[in-house]
């Protein structure tokens, strides 16, 4: 189980992580990873100056890596809550290994979050990816088909956005990869966020919606190839990106934690009305420890929260417009 409220259960099938950006500064899996050092668990964490810090090396958690097999009940998985799937010194056998797992697992669905879109993208695009999964497969059930659908329908890719910058570096990143579900956790929100090129009206285009293989990649630029549009530019106004698909579901909330940095209960609201003008669900995990908001006068003001918050349960606090938990596809 997980006290995470958009998934049932977490499963790490592989240990360990390093940081790449601002969102990592106060990461609960580093922290979690000191308590466990603590407790006699080995090689999560190395503790520096007083304070737990990713060691940086990983450790292939053989004990678990086929435990979703296991598991009867179809669950939401959180993949890797402990580490990154697409961390660089994660080797791709690992990776072709997990996949396996997945498309054997497939009563369950698999939502993997990384803030290395790059090497996510790298990954699938690899030739041959599919056949070196399917070959992993084989090994742990021989007796399964060897077909399978390609991307995986039960496995949701998603970018981790705090500020941004990040989101112009990973959103295009994760648009350009194959998955059958894209997804956006915009947690710890640092700034306020801008989504509407990626998620924006262009995603009605009549075109886009009949001729999807017409938005091809060249050249590392995501360009629009409808005949008419030589420019590359949507003649609507639309689409400045002309991307393959569009994203299908955004997590937003604040920072947990004793040492959480604030966010402004506007940023979230920000969020909330871009995905509802362009028909995306949104899910508002949490406020964070120290939500605020800006007074009149400029001055930013504590937002008052009840502590007692639970899983599933809303603080009285909370704004009826962020008491929003919505899923890709309306599932609950």
Request: proline content about 8%; overall charge positive.
């Amino acid at each position: 189980m997980t006290s995470i409220e958009w998934t049932d259960k977490s499963w790490n099938p592989w240990k360990g992580c390093s940081a790449v950006s601002p969102g990592c500064a106060h990461c609960y899996a580093e922290a979690m990873a000191k308590r466990l050092k603590g407790m006699g668990a080995p090689g999560y964490a190395d503790v520096i100056g007083g304070n737990g810090r990713w060691s940086g090396k990983l450790k292939l958690a053989e004990k678990t890596l086929e435990a979703p097999l296991r598991w009867r009940k179809p669950s939401r998985v959180f993949v890797n809550s402990m580490s990154d799937f697409f961390h660089e010194d994660a080797p791709d056998s690992w990776r072709d290994r997990a996949f396996a797992v997945m498309t054997l697992a497939s009563r369950h669905t698999f939502q993997i979050l990384t803030k290395r879109a790059d090497l996510m993208r790298g990954y699938f695009e690899k030739p041959g990816r599919s056949d070196l999964i399917r070959q992993c497969a084989r090994l742990t059930a021989p007796e399964w088909p060897s077909d399978f659908p390609w991307p995986l329908p039960n496995v949701w890719l998603g970018v981790s956005v705090e500020d941004q910058r990040r989101a112009d570096e990973r959103v295009p990143q994760l648009l350009a990869t194959p998955a059958a579900v894209r997804w956006l956790s915009c947690e710890p929100l640092l700034v306020p966020v801008d989504l509407t090129p990626w998620i924006g009206p262009w995603r009605d285009c009549d075109y886009f919606a009949a001729r999807p293989s017409a938005i091809q990649l060249r050249e590392g630029i995501i360009t629009c190839s409808r005949p008419e549009n030589s420019s590359g530019k949507c003649q609507k106004g639309w689409c400045p990106f002309g991307f393959i698909g569009g994203i299908d579901w955004v997590v937003v909330g604040g920072e947990s934690g004793h040492l959480a940095r604030g966010m402004n209960v506007e940023w979230a609201r920000s969020i909330v009305r871009q995905c509802r003008e362009a028909k995306v669900p949104v899910f508002v995990k949490q406020l964070g420890a120290r939500p605020f908001f800006v007074a009149p006068n400029g001055e930013p003001t504590p937002w008052i929260m009840n502590k007692g918050n639970r899983k599933g349960e809303w603080s009285e606090y909370w704004p009826e417009e962020l008491r929003v938990r919505e899923w890709p596809g309306g599932g609950e």
